[in-house]
C-alpha cells in the first residue's frame, strides 16, 4: 500500500498516488472517477498522460465477508453490517442462529459464541419453540397436529368469532385468518360431561374445571371419594369410619368425644367404704379439692384431672372432696362392702361420696 493521503490512495504497483486535480479529457477532476472505467480510478499526473492507478479505500476489496456490507469508517477503517447468521468485525464468524435453532416461528437472539435464545410465538414454548401449548378455551380443536382456531376467520365472505356449523356437520374452525382450507372440528372440553357426581364443568385456560367438587368427592373429575380418615383423625386408638361426608370415630373402651379425644369416666354408682383404714377398698388418696362452695362437678373435674395425669382408671370421691383410687389405680372391688346411699347425686348423676362412701367412677 502506497503512503498516500487517505483520499489519494491507490493500487499502483511503484506506491504512486492521485494527482488530484488532474485533467483528463477536457475536464477536471478533484476524486476519483468511474468515467471510462468500470472502477473508481485517477490520473497520476496533473494532466493525464496515460499514468493511472485504481483507487483504493478500506472498502476496495470488500473486507465483509459472507455478504457482509463494507462502509469506510476512517482512513483505515471500516465497519460491516453482516447479513443474518454472520457476526464480528468482518462478518468472518458464524452466529448460532444460522442453523435457525428456533422452530415454529420463534425469533433467535445470539447469548453468546455458541448459544442464544429464541422467543417463541404465543402458540408455542420450550428453548427451540418446539413445544405446542394447549390451545386456548375455546380455540381447541381435534386437530393431530394441535392447532387452535383461529379467529377472527373468514370464510366464504362471511367473518367467524366463534366455531360454526357452516357447510358441515359439526362446529368448526379455520386455521388461518382468510380459510385456506386448513380447518378441525372445535373440541368442547365438556362436551363429554367429564365433570361426576353433580359437579358443573366450567371451561378454562388448561381446559375445564369440575371445582368445586361436591362434600366427599375430589380429584380433577370429582370421581375420587374423599378418605376422610386419612389423616387418622380418631385418637387414643379410636377406629375411624370413612362416610359420605366427613368420618365417625368408634372409641376405644375409656375414651370419648368426636375424636375420642375425651377421657370416658362413667359413674359407678355410691358404695360403702370400711371404717378400718387398712381395709378400705379405696385406700389411697391422691387429691383433696379445696375451695369455698364447691358443687359435685367442680370436685368430679378436679378429680379427673389428678387421676388422669396419673393414669388411674378407677377412683372414688369421698368425704366430699377427697379423691382416692385403689393400690394401683386399676379396677377393684370397690363394691365389696355392698351399696351405700350416703351419697350426693347431681341431676347429671355424678356424685360424691359422704363419710364412709365412695361415689366411684371408672373407665373400664
Ligand atoms: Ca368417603
Redo the contacts with the bound molecule.
Keep these: 500500500m502506497s503512503e498516500c493521503d487517505p483520499d489519494k490512495k491507490t493500487d499502483d504497483s511503484q506506491g504512486r498516488c492521485c494527482a488530484f486535480p488532474f485533467e483528463y479529457g477536457g475536464r477536471t477532476y478533484d476524486s476519483c472517477t468511474k468515467v471510462a472505467h468500470s472502477r473508481l480510478w485517477c490520473s497520476l499526473n496533473k494532466v493525464y498522460k496515460g499514468q493511472w492507478a485504481n483507487c483504493v479505500n478500506p472498502c476496495t476489496n470488500n473486507p465483509c465477508q459472507n455478504g457482509g456490507v463494507c462502509t469506510v469508517t476512517g482512513d483505515d477503517s471500516y465497519s460491516c453490517k453482516c447479513a443474518d447468521g454472520y457476526y464480528g468485525h468482518s462478518c468472518e464468524k458464524v452466529s448460532p442462529c444460522k442453523s435457525l435453532p428456533c422452530k415454529n416461528g420463534g425469533t433467535c437472539t445470539m447469548t453468546g459464541p455458541d448459544s442464544f435464545s429464541c422467543t417463541c410465538t404465543e402458540e408455542f414454548e420450550g428453548d427451540t419453540c418446539e413445544k405446542r401449548l394447549p390451545c386456548p378455551p375455546g380455540k381447541k380443536t381435534d386437530d393431530a397436529k394441535g392447532r387452535c382456531c383461529v379467529f377472527p376467520f373468514e370464510y366464504g365472505g362471511k367473518t367467524y368469532n366463534s366455531c360454526t356449523k357452516v357447510a358441515h356437520s359439526r362446529l368448526w374452525c379455520s386455521f388461518d385468518k382468510v380459510y385456506k382450507g386448513q380447518w378441525a372440528n372445535c373440541v368442547d372440553e365438556c362436551a363429554s360431561s367429564p365433570c361426576k357426581n353433580g359437579a358443573s364443568c366450567k371451561i378454562t385456560q388448561d381446559g375445564y374445571s369440575c371445582q368445586p367438587c361436591p362434600a366427599?368427592w375430589g380429584g380433577k373429575n370429582c370421581d375420587k371419594?374423599?378418605?376422610?380418615c386419612q389423616s387418622s383423625p380418631c385418637k387414643n386408638g379410636g377406629q375411624c369410619v370413612?362416610?359420605?361426608q366427613g368420618y365417625i370415630c368408634n372409641c376405644m373402651d375409656g375414651y370419648r368425644g368426636e375424636n375420642c379425644e375425651e377421657v370416658d369416666w362413667k359413674s359407678a354408682g355410691c358404695f360403702k367404704e370400711h371404717k378400718r383404714k387398712t381395709t378400705r377398698a379405696l385406700r389411697y388418696k391422691f387429691a383433696t379439692v379445696r375451695g369455698k362452695k364447691l358443687n359435685i362437678d367442680d370436685v368430679l373435674d378436679k378429680c379427673k384431672v389428678a387421676a388422669e395425669k396419673k393414669g388411674f382408671k378407677i377412683f372414688g370421691i369421698r368425704s366430699r372432696n377427697r379423691c382416692f383410687t385403689t393400690s394401683d389405680g386399676k379396677v377393684q372391688d370397690f363394691d365389696k362392702y355392698g351399696v351405700s346411699s350416703k351419697c350426693e347425686i347431681n341431676d347429671n348423676g355424678h356424685g360424691v361420696g359422704m363419710k364412709l362412701a365412695n361415689f366411684v367412677y371408672t373407665r373400664l
Design positions: 366427599g371419594d374423599i378418605d376422610y370413612d362416610q359420605s
